[in-house]
C-alpha cells in the first residue's frame, strides 16, 4: 500500500552528521507510524527511532539517544533521520519502515512496510 524510498546515505568522517530520509507514497502516509532501523554485516537488524502518525512521540535506542533525531513532515510525504557526532560503530545499511501502528513502535515485528536502504559509511 505504501511505498518507501530511503535517501541521504553516503561517506563522512567520525563526528559528522548526516540526514536521512524516507520518501513515502501514498495519501494515507499521516496514518502510518514510522521507523528507522540500521543492520551492520554480520549483525541483526537493530532499532534506532521511531515517530507516531502526527509526529507527536518519539522512542529512540539508548545507543543513538540525544545523537539522532526523528521527525516527519506529513506535508511532504517524508520521514528524516538527522545523525549527529558518527562513529564508525554507525556504519551499516539504514532503512526506514511503515505500520499501520499509530504509536512509536520499537517493535520489528510491527512494521509492514520497508525501504530498499541507504549505505551509511562512517570513516575515522
Known amino acids: 500500500q505504501v511505498q518507501l524510498v530511503e535517501s541521504g546515505g553516503g561517506l563522512v568522517q567520525a563526528g559528522g552528521s548526516l540526514r536521512l530520509s524516507c520518501a513515502a507514497s501514498?495519501?494515507?502516509?499521516?496514518?502510518?507510524?514510522v521507523g528507522w532501523f540500521r543492520q551492520a554485516p554480520g549483525k541483526e537488524r537493530e532499532f534506532l527511532a521511531a515517530i507516531s502518525t502526527t509526529g507527536r512521540s518519539t522512542s529512540y535506542a539508548d545507543s543513538v539517544k540525544g545523537r539522532f533525531t526523528i521527525s516527519r513532515d506529513n506535508a511532504k510525504n517524508t520521514v528524516y533521520l538527522q545523525m549527529t557526532n558518527l562513529t564508525p560503530y554507525d556504519t551499516a545499511v539504514y532503512s526506514c519502515?511503515?505500520?499501520?501502528?499509530?504509536?512509536?513502535?520499537?517493535?520489528?515485528?510491527?512494521?509492514?512496510?520497508w525501504g530498499q536502504g541507504t549505505q551509511v559509511t562512517v570513516s575515522s
Open positions: 519502515a511503515a505500520t499501520p501502528f499509530r504509536g512509536a513502535s520499537m517493535t520489528i515485528t510491527q512494521y509492514n512496510y
Open positions: 501514498g495519501r494515507t502516509f499521516s496514518e502510518y507510524a
